[in-house]
């Protein structure tokens, strides 16, 4: 949305000024070209123009869906870089990241939410004799599986392995996958997915 304040988008509009900077600041720092950022965020090319000359009050939906592009949260896009914490918890307690939870297997999110775009970090309790099968994700999706309790039977594709406690297994997602427990207990494992 163009402001409709005249001191809004000027550039003694301190507001502007920030996050101007900040964007452009970004989209250089990540390489990206003002189509790129158009199409990560969803915000069309002419507002990212005019929001990096200043020119423009954007929405909080639009603010929003930029800093979703570049993974951080609204607060980090438009405050001073030295002003904000460089440490971010995901508290173990906070019920927002129990991705699932029944009697067969607990998914718990690991890494802050914002960041769930190109890496997503998982912490699985997978029941006796109970798996978790996946349709293949994205083209070019890998995951990384670290066993810490109990044994697992992974399966990608046509290809299979057996983890123990210690172990780690690096695989195609972007097949269809399985992660199955062997063990005679609760399995506990962790597990890191990157796309591109």
């Known amino acids: 949305m163009i402001a409709d304040n005249p001191r809004a988008g000027t550039p003694d509009d301190p507001a502007s000024q920030v996050l101007c900077s900040r964007v ?3 989209r250089k720092k990540h390489k990206l070209t003002l189509d790129q950022l158009a199409a990560a ?3 069309s090319r002419s507002m990212l123009s005019q929001i990096e000359r200043g020119r423009a009050n954007p929405t909080l939906a639009v603010t929003f869906r930029i ?4 993974g951080i949260s609204i607060g980090e896009l438009v405050d001073q870089p030295w002003a904000s914490s460089t440490i971010e918890v995901v508290h173990g307690d906070d019920p927002s990241n129990l991705f699932r939870a029944d009697a067969e297997c607990q998914i718990r999110t690991l890494s802050p939410l914002h960041m769930e775009k190109n890496i997503e970090f998982y912490e699985l309790r997978i029941a006796v004799g109970a798996s978790l099968a996946s349709a293949p994700h994205y083209e070019g999706t890998k995951e990384l599986l670290t066993v810490t309790r109990g044994s697992a039977r992974v399966i990608s594709g046509d290809s299979d392995c057996q983890l123990g406690e210690g172990d780690s297994a690096h695989y195609r997602g972007d097949l269809a996958h399985s992660i199955e427990n062997r063990g005679e ?3 506990l494992c ?3 997915v990157t796309s591109q």
Do not use: I, K, P, R
Request: avoid cysteine; proline fraction near 0%.
């Open 190 to 192: 962790y597990l890191v």
């Open 41 to 43: 965020s969803g915000v």
């Open 67 to 70: 800093a979703q592009a570049f």
């Open 24 to 26: 452009t600041e970004l």
């Open 185 to 187: 207990g609760e399995m």
